[in-house]
């Protein structure tokens, strides 16, 4: 479940004031207007609305703001296509690959603009999590499973939250029963809510082909999520797996995985990079975020690792937690380099400096859907982007 720390937000709505408890998945703050939309605002009304920093509590019909969504989010990538276009039409010059880290942070921004904006959507759920809308879907128990129970036994306050939020909880709470489809382990990982789900899993074939350490005792995954690599090095023979993870909600979700596949080799800890009071391990693997960005919201922190600071935390203390002969199997993507938010020299020197060599490099090309994106402005560096598994010892 989301840990919350509990705020409330207030608005007035036919000459009387409301109080609710507030939610929100990126952390936004609550909102200090609030405006009554229903069935007869238009999408255009709305569109000013949001950008007029406006947040609108939604009294309609449920698949009525659906729709409504939906336009909003037209409307902005209207917007900001013109935007692409009118920085186009001002360059003199075609694009060249210095320009990629300007590309990258103005696509960056515009997401994260279009997140706010679309946040600014809201509706009002009961105590319960259950909604009064017309042909509102019970969402009690995707938003129980996502955020947990909010209020306790004595409290009936209502809940307000974005409007997309709720659509997170309910599309995790699919992915939560029907899984992300492993093909090369013949079985299907479990996502909950705040865990980012592993669908692209172009990796999993090099940790199948990396040949094992002497030793298969103990190994550690670090920053484990879901725990497919934990998964993976127990199929391959691993007698212990330690597997770490600063976010609860993914140590949670791990245990899950686990307990699904009957995996009792697997010990879970609840810190940050490296096990406390464990013997060196003969295999420490990981899977860092690979872009060096800020990240935006809580699950971009599986994406983006600003100032590469958990890549670096693993590199430099890698060494004082191996084992004689042991190694490092650290799951990169080139793509930072390809955008040049951080340099191969830069990478090579950081190993150096943590007093790892490299042993072998086992590489693979991603196939998927924005690697094959010929419009996306970032296709230059997505379409040659290739994913390693580098083997330190």
Same mark, same amino acid.
């Given at each position: ?208 082909? &990396?040949? %094992?350490?002497?030793?298969? /005792?103990? *190994? ?6 879901? =725990?497919?690599?934990?998964? #993976? +090095? ?74 590469? &600071?958990? %890549?670096?935390?693993?590199? /430099?203390? *890698? ?6 002969? =042991?190694?490092?199997?650290? #799951? +990169? ?61």
């Amino acid at each position: 479940m989301l840990p919350i720390e509990k705020q409330t937000v207030q608005w007035q709505e036919k000459d009387t004031e409301y109080q609710a408890v507030w939610l929100s998945q990126n952390n936004y703050a609550p909102p200090s207007r609030i405006v009554i939309v229903d069935d007869t605002t238009t999408a255009d009304e709305a569109y000013r609305l949001a950008n007029a920093g406006a947040s609108m509590l939604w009294r309609g019909d449920y698949h009525n703001a659906k729709q409504l969504l939906q336009a909003l989010n037209r409307r902005i990538e209207r917007s900001e296509q013109r935007k692409v276009s009118k920085r186009s039409a001002n360059q003199t010059l075609p694009s060249t690959p210095q320009d990629l880290p300007n590309l990258f942070h103005q696509q960056r921004q515009a997401q994260s603009q279009r997140a706010r904006l679309l946040s600014r959507l809201l509706i009002e759920l009961d105590a319960d999590y259950k909604s009064v809308l017309r042909r509102a879907p019970d969402v009690s128990e995707a938003c129980t499973l996502a955020f947990g129970k909010i209020n306790d036994k004595e409290s009936d306050e209502a809940i307000v939250l974005s409007f997309r939020d709720l659509q997170g909880a309910l599309g995790a709470a699919q992915w939560r029963k029907k899984g992300v489809k492993i093909d090369e382990l013949g079985l299907s990982i479990y996502p909950h809510y705040g865990v980012f789900a592993p669908t692209r899993h172009e990796y999993v074939q090099l940790l199948l082909d &990396a040949p %094992l350490p002497a030793s298969h /005792n103990l *190994a550690y995954d670090i920053g484990t999520g879901t =725990g497919l690599l934990s998964i #993976i +090095l127990a199929q391959r023979g691993f007698k212990h797996i330690i597997a770490t993870d600063i976010n609860p909600q993914a140590l949670a979700c791990a245990q899950d995985n686990f307990e699904r596949l009957a995996l009792s080799a697997i010990t879970l800890q609840q810190t940050d990079l490296f096990p406390t009071d464990a013997p060196l391990a003969n295999l420490i693997v990981c899977n860092p975020p690979w872009l060096p960005a800020k990240a935006s919201s809580p699950l971009d922190y599986a994406v983006y690792d600003p100032n590469s &600071a958990m %890549l670096r935390g693993v590199l /430099n203390g *890698a060494k004082q937690h191996l084992a004689e002969q =042991g190694e490092v199997w650290l #799951i +990169l993507s080139d793509l930072a380099k390809r955008l040049q938010l951080r340099t191969r020299e830069a990478l090579l020197g950081w190993f150096e400096k943590a007093g790892l060599t490299v042993k072998y490099r086992l590489d693979t090309t991603p196939t998927h859907s924005r690697s094959q994106d010929s419009d996306d402005p970032l296709f230059a560096a997505r379409s040659r982007e290739i994913t390693s598994l580098w083997c330190l010892v």
